[in-house]
């Protein structure tokens, strides 16, 4: 059957994106909303709105019934959950399912495998795929940690299995540390998920975030579309992604690029997905599996022109994958910038009202962003704002381009990250590529000293 509707289970820039791939394939759409929501572009734009509850997202984008009798009343046929809120979910993806609704996603066992870091680990090395040194599994007492910790050699690192977003993880520089620290793991990850298992892994001293993003069409075919470089991050969240990596050749890439494509096609996996690694001195190391849409998906869509959103679409509703490995090619440099509602340095929440919105234009420059002037930025959610993507046929080409588009970019009445990226992309370290996953907050401590 051919999907006609789609439902979107998401807000903001993410939800207008697949509003914009969904009717250039002639589908309709279906927004949903929080009453803090009522204005915004994606539900302006859609074809049917549902206001689904109050602001808190407990009650609204992740309220799974309003969603569900949202999808039954407006005669949508598929979900579309986007990032973040319910999209790797895999309770909401059977309820989907179970309703004969489409699920634009994963399939859900694939999501709960993956969503557990001590399941991920044990699958990922099963598939092939390179492990940083630890724990076969979770841990369950100080003695395993101890034992575990010692034979991978200090610092080590110990992580929430059920964890994200760097809570319920310590780095234990040292026997003596061990103990105290792994407690504070354990309360963080019990308060934040409900789950203080653990497990133990050697930390790695200052490697680059490098992700590969995979497609699947469930029935044994995968590929993947080249690598994003994720290191610019401030406690454990993105700041600046471009793709390709400056630091990987196109040996590595072709190399990596098929183990974690084979991997997946192993795995009868479906859509989209990204497998992120640490890379320290050559060597990648599995560290977990996004099996959803990512918000940096931009810049492999810029380097491949490969409509990534389009073919979760099409993967969801039985086609194959519009291109094979041997047809992707791979050009050019992209970069892309989160701007967020926010103090720019000291990254203080920034909501309110625009009054003035220009966003910048020109050759190869893209803006993702549900903002126009008027609108008032609610307070209840994550404060990104806008994606600035910019493409360029070499790095120093993207980077000088990307310079330029900031400085055109107009956010007024709210502030915003634009100055932040102002003085990235000014920066020798970054302008050479030569940074990791600590270099922002290294370079942030210095600026405030």
């Known amino acids: 059957m051919a999907i006609k509707r789609i439902l979107i289970a998401n807000r903001g820039e993410i939800a207008l994106r697949v509003h914009r791939a969904a009717h250039e394939m002639g589908i309709e759409t279906v927004a949903v909303h929080s009453t803090a929501d009522a204005d915004a572009m994606h539900v302006r734009l859609a074809d049917h709105a549902v206001c689904i509850g109050p602001p808190s997202a407990t009650d609204s984008y992740l309220n799974q019934a309003a ?18 809120f319910l999209s790797e979910n895999e309770k909401f993806a059977e309820i989907v399912e179970a309703h004969d609704l489409i699920w634009i996603g ?16 044990k699958t990922a090395g099963a598939l092939g795929l390179p492990l940083v040194p630890g724990s076969a599994g979770a841990v369950e ?17 110990v992580k929430a299995a059920a964890g994200g977003g760097g809570r319920g993880m310590k780095v234990i520089p040292g026997p003596e540390n061990l103990e105290s620290l792994v407690n504070q793991a354990k309360s963080e990850a019990k308060a934040a998920f409900g789950d203080d298992t653990m497990y133990v892994e ?17 029935k044994g075919n995968a590929i993947h579309l ?7 991050q401030r406690r454990h969240q993105k700041v600046f992604e471009e793709a390709p990596s400056p630091v990987i050749s196109p040996e590595e890439r072709a190399r990596m690029g098929g183990i974690v494509a084979k991997a997946m096609a192993d795995m009868g996996y479906r859509g989209a997905g990204t497998i992120e690694f640490l890379w320290e001195n050559g060597e990648f190391y599995f560290i977990e599996m996004n099996t959803r849409l990512q918000v940096e998906h931009p810049v492999t869509e810029a380097i491949t022109g490969v409509d990534l959103v389009r073919e979760q679409i099409r ?3 039985g086609k194959p994958l519009s291109v094979t490995q041997d047809e992707l090619e791979f050009k050019g440099h992209a970069i892309e910038c989160r701007i967020n509602a926010e103090d720019p340095f000291t990254f203080a929440p920034s909501p309110g009202k625009v009054t003035a919105y220009h966003p910048a234009g020109g050759m190869h420059v893209r803006v993702d962003s549900g903002l126009y002037s008027g609108y008032s930025i609610p307070p209840y959610y994550d404060s990104m704002i806008a994606k600035l993507i910019v493409y360029g046929r070499t790095r120093e080409g993207c980077l000088m381009r990307l310079r330029r588009a900031l400085e055109e970019m107009v956010v007024e009445g709210v502030k915003t990250s634009i100055p932040l990226h102002q ?6 370290d970054v ?12 370079w942030l401590e210095t600026r405030e000293g």
């Open 315 to 317: 993967i969801a509703d």
């Open 226 to 232: 080249g690598e994003r470089d994720c290191s610019l």
């Open 67 to 84: 969603i569900i009798s949202a999808a039954e009343i407006t005669g949508a046929d598929a979900i579309h959950p986007g990032y973040g």
């Open 106 to 121: 994963p399939k859900p066992e694939h999501i709960r495998t993956m969503g557990d870091k001590v399941a991920a680990k």
């Open 141 to 157: 007492t100080m003695d395993e940690i101890r034992a575990v910790a010692a034979e991978c050699g200090y610092p080590v690192l």
């Open 431 to 442: 302008i050479n590529g030569d940074y990791t996953i600590k270099w922002l907050e290294e």
């Open 423 to 428: 003085a990235l992309v000014r920066n020798e």
């Open 202 to 218: 050697k930390y790695l001293g200052n490697p680059r975030h490098i992700e590969f993003q995979v497609f699947g069409d469930g």
